[in-house]
């Protein structure tokens, strides 16, 4: 199935994919990075938080690429991927909108770095519940 997501690679050859991001006040397209190395569901610049209002749920500790941790304000804002909203974990730093594993998750990604072209389409509940304990009976070895 073909997906409806507007995504690419950008000239500086990172992965964005089109996302609508929710807040409190408004909400805003955006065409975010994809960071894999990031774990949870949003990294926002401060301007955009404030932009679009987000709600303060929390702190964490993050640890950076750099080995650095900082413990971060955590936000909580919806996120509408491939048409699904999902409430994702937010922090708010740096310059640049990123995508982080938590978000894409449930998604598979095809990046064609030849061609220019990504793909995203919504793994099917079974196919995701079914990966799960394939991958549960290899750690166990059966």
Same mark, same amino acid.
């Given at each position: 199935m073909p997906s409806n997501v507007i995504a690419g690679i950008d000239s500086?050859?990172? !992965?964005?994919?089109?996302?609508? /991001?929710?807040?409190?006040?408004?909400? /805003?397209?955006? @065409?975010?990075? !994809?960071?894999?190395?990031?774990? @949870?569901?949003?990294?926002? #610049?401060?301007?955009?938080? +404030?932009? /679009?209002?987000?709600?303060? +749920?929390?702190?964490?500790? +993050?640890?950076?690429?750099?080995?650095?941790?900082? =413990?971060? #304000?955590?936000?909580?804002?919806? +996120? =509408?991927?491939?048409?699904? #909203?999902?409430? =994702?974990s937010t922090l708010i730093m740096g310059t640049d909108v990123l995508l982080g594993m938590e978000l894409l998750d449930p998604y598979t990604l095809c990046i064609s770095p030849s061609a220019g072209k990504v793909t995203i389409n919504k793994l099917e509940p079974d196919f995701a519940y079914n990966h799960l304990i394939s991958s549960l009976r290899k750690l166990v070895g059966n």
């Open positions: 500086e050859n990172q !992965v964005r994919l089109e996302v609508e /991001i929710q807040g409190l006040y408004k909400s /805003i397209p955006y @065409g975010a990075i !994809v960071d894999t190395g990031y774990s @949870g569901g949003i990294v926002l #610049p401060l301007i955009t938080a +404030v932009d /679009i209002g987000l709600e303060k +749920v929390g702190s964490c500790s +993050v640890a950076l690429a750099d080995g650095t941790i900082h =413990v971060l #304000p955590t936000f909580l804002c919806t +996120v =509408v991927l491939n048409g699904t #909203p999902n409430e =994702v």
